[in-house]
């Protein structure tokens, strides 16, 4: 099914007679942009700002923006509004919701649904290794949020903890950023890679992205399994300290198995085979789905008695969560 048009939902409230590109970097907060007040900025990248703003009907919401400098390159404009309807067409509730996206004022923004909580990568590097049940509560959340995903036809193919919101009160995940995803429908001509060049985050990235070879949902398994090891264990399936040891090892080298990662922290023999079959350089060796990858982690899991942890393990979670 072809994607929605790119168009906005609302109705553009101009807030001046003349419309305005602003400067790099000016600060939006205190506007009005097609009807959603903004009131701080929370957060800026490379290509975007968002900030916390309200509107009368949905309340509190993040509001991204497209940098200025970049709303008069078509590619950079063509890949915002990209993300905007891919995320729009994935309804779950572990995915942050798309409100609504376009142009107004000069801007071209996303509106999305305001996620409690911060990234699950804070609260990993404040927590430390999660206990293995948390861990597979947040794998099941995450694979039912990209089940759906791929359902519609979206790989995410930037699955990393920096992209994933973790509210600990009511232990719920949500995905969020589909700013590199791809239409699985694309004609392979449209979806190869160049060599050499890959999109995500290194330490997550799938090894067949690095090299240039059709990309499916395999690739977001790959990602969700790195996620899950470094959950467990506070450490990466790889140790390459620079981009360019850790792309050799991605292509040529197996994990570090689980239970040699961290002194005196065991886990089941079946948990530690279900995260590495995922972490398998050739996708067809991993689970087939999402949801096959998460039903072997909570199946290895309640097979196995509770893991023990040593004095090491427990020091090492302590400094993690106390920030020592």
Same mark, same amino acid.
């Given at each position: 099914?072809?994607?929605?048009?790119?168009?906005?939902?609302?109705?553009?409230?101009?807030?001046?007679?003349?419309?305005?590109?602003?400067?790099?970097?000016?600060?939006?907060?205190?506007?009005?942009?097609?009807?959603?007040?903004?009131?701080?900025?929370?957060?800026?990248? &490379?290509?975007?700002?968002?900030?916390?703003?309200?509107?009368?009907?949905?309340?509190?919401?993040? /509001?991204?923006?497209?940098?200025?400098?970049?709303?008069?390159?078509?590619?950079?404009?063509?890949? /915002?509004?990209?993300?905007?309807?891919?995320?729009? @067409?994935?309804?779950?509730?572990?995915?942050?919701?798309?409100?609504?996206?376009?142009?107004?004022?000069?801007?071209?923004?996303?509106?999305?649904?305001?996620?409690?909580?911060?990234?699950? %990568?804070?609260?990993?590097? @404040?927590?430390?290794?999660?206990?293995?049940?948390?861990?597979?509560?947040?794998?099941?959340?995450?694979?039912?949020?990209?089940?759906?995903?791929?359902?519609? &036809?979206?790989?995410? +193919?930037?699955?990393?903890?920096?992209?994933?919101?973790?509210?600990?009160?009511?232990?719920?995940?949500?995905?969020?950023?589909?700013?590199? %995803?791809?239409?699985?429908?694309?004609?392979?001509?449209? @979806?190869?890679?160049?060599?050499?060049? /890959?999109?995500?985050?290194?330490?997550?990235?799938?090894?067949?992205?690095?090299?240039?070879?059709?990309?499916?949902?395999?690739?977001?398994?790959?990602?969700?399994?790195?996620?899950?090891?470094?959950?467990?264990? &506070?450490?990466?399936?790889?140790?390459?300290?620079?981009?360019?040891?850790? /792309?050799?090892?991605?292509?040529?080298?197996?994990?570090?198995?689980?239970?040699?990662?961290?002194?005196?922290?065991?886990?089941?023999?079946?948990?530690?085979?279900?995260?590495?079959?995922?972490?398998? +350089?050739?996708?067809?060796?991993?689970?087939?789905?999402?949801?096959?990858?998460?039903?072997?982690?909570?199946? %290895?899991?309640?097979?196995?008695?509770?893991?023990?942890?040593?004095?090491? %393990?427990?020091?090492?979670?302590?400094?993690?969560?106390?920030?020592?």
């Amino acid at each position: 099914m072809p994607p929605p048009p790119l168009v906005s939902l609302a109705q553009p409230q101009i807030r001046a007679l003349v419309s305005r590109v602003p400067m790099p970097n000016e600060n939006l907060a205190g506007r009005t942009i097609a009807g959603y007040r903004l009131l701080e900025r929370v957060g800026e990248g &490379g290509t975007a700002e968002v900030y916390r703003a309200q509107h009368p009907e949905r309340g509190t919401c993040a /509001f991204k923006v497209l940098r200025s400098r970049l709303a008069s390159d078509p590619t950079a404009v063509k890949r /915002f509004l990209r993300e905007a309807g891919y995320g729009s @067409r994935v309804e779950h509730p572990g995915v942050v919701r798309t409100y609504d996206y376009g142009e107004a004022d000069g801007l071209y923004y996303l509106a999305l649904e305001w996620a409690e909580g911060k990234s699950l %990568a804070e609260y990993v590097h @404040r927590a430390g290794p999660l206990a293995p049940t948390l861990v597979v509560s947040i794998v099941q959340q995450l694979a039912a949020a990209l089940a759906a995903a791929h359902q519609a &036809g979206i790989i995410h +193919r930037d699955l990393k903890p920096e992209n994933i919101t973790y509210e600990p009160a009511s232990q719920r995940a949500k995905l969020l950023d589909f700013g590199i %995803a791809r239409d699985a429908e694309l004609p392979p001509e449209e @979806r190869l890679t160049r060599t050499g060049f /890959f999109v995500g985050t290194l330490k997550y990235v799938a090894p067949e992205a690095l090299s240039g070879e059709l990309v499916d949902g395999r690739a977001d398994i790959y990602s969700l399994a790195t996620i899950a090891y470094w959950m467990l264990t &506070g450490q990466h399936p790889h140790s390459g300290r620079t981009p360019r040891e850790l /792309f050799q090892q991605l292509l040529t080298q197996e994990p570090v198995p689980l239970n040699e990662v961290v002194p005196g922290l065991r886990f089941p023999a079946a948990l530690e085979a279900a995260v590495i079959r995922g972490l398998q +350089r050739d996708p067809s060796r991993r689970q087939p789905t999402v949801t096959a990858f998460a039903a072997d982690v909570a199946a %290895a899991l309640a097979a196995a008695p509770p893991p023990k942890t040593g004095l090491l %393990a427990a020091i090492k979670r302590a400094v993690f969560r106390d920030g020592i």
